[in-house]
C-alpha cells in the first residue's frame, strides 16, 4: 500500500516557468490537500478537495490551480512560479472530510524558483 | 480566524527523560480536535496522538501523553522515556468541526526537539 505519492521530490524552476506538482492516493480517500512549508512558519494550507470534481481554496492559494478529475489525484500547478513560491510542499488525504480523520501526508516536494 | 502558537522552537531532552512541549490556541469555537504531528529529518509528517475537544479525558498513545485544558486553550505534549528516534520538529495543530462543510488544518510554527544521550 503506497499511501500518499508525491512527485518529484526535489525541483528546481526558473521565475515565469509553470510546472505541475503530482499527488496521488491509493486508499480511496475523499479528503486531499496541498500545504506548503516555509522555515519558521509552520503549514499552511493552499487549495482542497472534499471529492472529485470538487475544490476550493485553502489559506494561501494565490499563484495556484487544482483541479480534482478522480479521486485517486490532486495536482497543484504553478502557472507563472515566482521567487516567493519557494517552499517544501506536501499532499495530504484522509478518508473523509469529518476533522477527525487522521491526514496521511506524502513526503514533499522541495522547489526552488531561481 | 484560529491561530495555534507554539512558543518554544527549540527544546533538549536526556534520553530516557520527560519533556513537555507546549502548545496554545486560540478560538471561538466549542468543537475541534488538536493534533500533534511529527516531522523527522525524512521530512514525512507522522501523526503522533489527537484529542477531541468535547473529552474531558486526556489522550494517551503508549510513551506520549497532552494535557488538554480546554477554558485556557492549551494543549501540551508529554513524552516519556524519551527515545533517539524522537528527535524531530512537532507541530501542534488544530481543526474545526463545522456542520456541513470540510475544516482545514491549522499548525503551529513548531518545536525542534533534540535528544541527548
Known amino acids: 500500500n503506497a499511501g500518499v505519492t508525491q512527485t518529484p521530490k526535489f525541483q528546481v524552476l526558473k521565475t515565469g516557468q509553470s510546472m505541475t506538482l503530482q499527488c496521488a492516493q491509493d486508499?480511496?480517500?475523499?479528503?486531499m490537500s496541498w500545504y506548503r512549508q516555509d522555515p519558521g512558519m509552520g503549514l499552511r494550507l493552499i487549495h482542497y478537495?472534499?471529492?472529485?470534481?470538487?475544490?476550493d481554496q485553502g489559506e494561501v492559494p494565490n499563484g495556484y490551480n487544482v483541479s480534482r478529475s478522480t479521486t485517486e489525484d490532486f495536482p497543484l500547478r504553478l502557472l507563472s512560479a515566482a521567487p516567493s513560491q519557494t517552499s517544501v510542499y506536501f499532499c495530504?488525504?484522509?478518508?473523509?472530510?469529518?476533522?477527525?480523520?487522521?491526514?496521511?501526508f506524502g513526503d514533499g516536494t522541495r522547489l526552488s524558483i531561481l | 480566524a484560529q491561530t495555534v502558537t507554539q512558543s518554544q522552537p527549540e527544546m533538549s531532552v536526556q534520553e530516557a527523560e520527560t519533556v513537555t512541549l507546549s502548545c496554545t490556541y486560540d478560538?471561538?469555537?466549542?468543537?475541534?480536535?488538536l493534533f500533534w504531528y511529527k516531522q523527522p529529518p525524512s521530512r514525512q509528517m507522522i501523526l503522533v496522538i489527537r484529542q477531541e475537544a468535547y473529552k474531558q479525558q486526556n489522550a494517551t498513545e503508549n510513551r506520549f501523553s497532552v494535557n488538554f485544558q480546554k477554558a485556557a486553550k492549551s494543549f501540551s505534549l508529554k513524552i516519556s522515556d524519551s527515545q533517539l528516534g524522537d528527535a524531530a520538529m512537532y507541530f501542534c495543530?488544530?481543526?474545526?468541526?463545522?456542520?456541513?462543510?470540510?475544516?482545514?488544518?491549522?499548525f503551529g510554527t513548531g518545536t525542534r526537539l533534540q535528544v541527548t544521550l
Open positions: 478560538t471561538s469555537e466549542s468543537d475541534y480536535y
Open positions: 495543530a488544530y481543526r474545526s468541526n463545522p456542520s456541513g462543510t470540510a475544516s482545514k488544518l491549522t
Open positions: 495530504a488525504s484522509s478518508y473523509s472530510r469529518h476533522p477527525n480523520q487522521p491526514q496521511h
Open positions: 486508499m480511496n480517500h475523499e479528503y
Open positions: 478537495s472534499v471529492g472529485a470534481g470538487i475544490t
